[in-house]
DNA sequence: CTCCATGTTTAGAA
DNA sequence: CTTCTAAACATGGA
């Protein structure tokens, strides 16, 4: 489930793990992953650069190399980096490899292959042209109620909507509604002042504190919803049964009672 | 076997 | 022009 937390959690790994070492060789078991360069010219890119920086907008995570190219990644539905001893061998569903100097290696992990590699050579031109809203935990609450204002359907597709804001999905959405106790299926529109003010503040105490805990479910507060996803528990609020339903096209999980329409 | 799943893009309808 | 819906993508898990 790559939001922005764990899209965040990623490039901190980057960071860490990747930052500095040199890319001797580049291998790609799924070439069909490439998005806009071939595997060939990829490799030739990359191949000698060193990742010096990382900057993630939404659910994008860019690295950048020294040469001056950025090398970018989406996650799709699922995927990881790993980050392991050369001899060890890539893991399961690796789809791109970055061998590096040192004997450890650097893999973009994709089981469903839905995620995508590309490569940019500036960030804001590749934001823009992507169409891209602002970061989510870059919106203060200003511009949150000016983009809201314009919106007309229901609120959790405009959350979603990474043309408005970019980094929120399914899960987090859901998350962010509940803890400002608004049904996924409210207009935007009818959102009252005090409500889109809890929404912005729900938004960003959500997100932080996702980021804080790695996007581990199992780290996250015994009062959020989405450890409980999928499972019919009870709302840590009140309780009471967890409804779901559909909107945007998703499953939405809330609760009728504290997230009443 | 069937159905569902975190995201995005696209096509078509309203 | 906006918004909605469904389908497609590829694959695993229940």
Request: charge should be positive; aromatic fraction near 6%.
């Amino acid at each position: 489930m790559p939001e922005l937390p764990e899209v965040e959690t990623e490039r901190r790994y980057l960071n860490r793990y990747a930052r500095h070492r040199r890319v001797v060789r580049v291998q790609a078991a799924h070439p069909d992953i490439l998005s806009g360069i071939s595997i060939q010219a990829l490799g030739r890119k990359l191949k000698g650069c060193c990742i010096e920086s990382s900057r993630r907008h939404g659910k994008y995570l860019l690295a950048g190399l020294d040469s001056g190219d950025w090398l970018v990644m989406h996650f799709g539905m699922s995927g990881t980096l790993a980050y392991y001893a050369h001899e060890q061998g890539p893991p399961d569903y690796a789809a791109l490899i970055l061998l590096l100097e040192g004997g450890r290696d650097l893999a973009y992990v994709s089981p469903r292959r839905l995620g995508r590699i590309s490569l940019a050579g500036d960030p804001e031109e590749f934001i823009r042209h992507q169409r891209l809203g602002p970061d989510a935990l870059d919106v203060g609450l200003t511009a949150f109620r000016e983009c809201i204002a314009a919106a007309r359907g229901a609120v959790k597709a405009w959350l979603m909507d990474q043309g408005h804001i970019a980094g929120i999905g399914n899960e987090y959405s859901d998350e962010i509604l509940f803890h400002a106790g608004l049904h996924p299926g409210r207009s935007a529109k009818s959102l009252t002042e005090a409500e889109v003010g809890r929404l912005h503040r729900s938004m960003l105490e959500v997100l932080r504190r996702a980021v804080a805990v790695a996007a581990n479910p199992e780290r996250m507060p015994a009062s959020w919803l989405l450890p409980r996803r999928g499972t019919d528990s009870a709302c840590p609020r009140c309780g009471g049964p967890l409804h779901k339903s559909k909107a945007g096209g998703r499953a939405a999980y809330y609760c009728p009672r504290c997230q009443p329409r």
